[in-house]
């Protein structure tokens, strides 16, 4: 195979999975290693709520039977269909899960996953122009891959998942469920590298915005 074809492969391999790895890692959950079951469940309140405060009507909620807390959207605004995780489901009253359903929604209604898709191509055309024009070496094409998805993650939390917090926070009904959510995912995830606010981990590889972040909204809400 011509060395420019696998350097291309390499690069788009590696930046795909880094930036998406918490999806990657979530979805692989279903069909490797302990698998999580699913199921679809059916909530009228988040329908009720979810079609109330962003005019989307859901197609499908799934259960992702994890202890973990996370929710997903996939899909576009005609094509609504949200995940949710049991542990999230099951451990936050509903002044918090306004706060998740709303999030999820928000990425839906302002086509995040289309802007999210744009994003990630534009990082990859641009990646294999440097190592077209430049004539990058499999190392130097590896090492580029790895800078890339590393400042596409950034762009990716401060244009996308910063405003679907921001869409979120300023719909819910009650702010405070923001804030005590935001004690249950530090306790869900205690002892997660990627649970500290100063951890190098998360700042580099994490889509979410920080838990203050989110409370500082909250807070500006309830002021
Ligand atoms: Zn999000």
Redesign the pocket.
Known sequence: MDLFIIKVIIFIIIFLIITNWFQIYSFSKLIVGKKIKTSSIKDSWINKTVKKKTGLSLLNITLFHDKKMYGL?AGLPFWPKMILSEGLYKNLNRDELEWVIL??AG?CVLWHNLEAFIIELVFIFSGLYLIKVFELNLLGSFLVSIFFSLICIQIIRWS??YF?DKYSINRVDNPRGVITAQDKFRKNYFKNPFNKEGSILRFLLH??ITYSKRIEMAKRRLS
């Open positions: 959207m999030h999820e990425h996308i998942e679907a889509w979410n």
